[in-house]
């Protein structure tokens, strides 16, 4: 039975918040897997064309958020984090793949309610 099966209404009954609600969730798995792949060489699963890690002062001005929140994120989990340095001084090394805050963003944007 295919999705095209009238029969099969389980993909029509999807409304747009559920779909919106799914796409965010792929996007944050997709930030987890490029990441683990960039951070353990695997080939094939890498961040994409431009491998450059972010600092949480680089990932807050794109996301207009202060660095700190950007830290806290990453401590709770919110947003995946590269470890660069088992220790440091400054306790904040900590860098960020593209992808995951593309991910980050994405878990957090709300669809637009249909109207009608």
Do not use: C, H
Not at 26 to 38: E, N, P, T
Not at 59 to 79: D, F, P, Q, S, T
């Amino acid at each position: 039975m295919g999705y095209d099966d009238p029969n099969n209404l389980a993909m029509a009954e999807l409304t747009d918040s559920t779909w919106a609600e799914i796409l965010a969730e792929l996007a944050r798995r997709d930030g987890i897997v490029r990441a683990a792949g960039d951070s353990k060489g695997l080939p094939g699963v890498t961040g994409g064309d431009d491998p450059q890690l972010l600092t949480a002062p680089d990932v807050a001005a794109r996301l207009g958020m202060k660095k700190a929140a950007v830290y806290e994120a990453a401590r709770r989990g919110e947003i995946g984090s590269v470890r660069t340095s088992a220790k440091s001084r400054s306790g904040r090394a900590v860098r960020f793949t593209q992808a995951q805050v593309d991910a980050f963003v994405a878990a957090r944007s709300i669809a637009a309610k249909a109207v009608g």
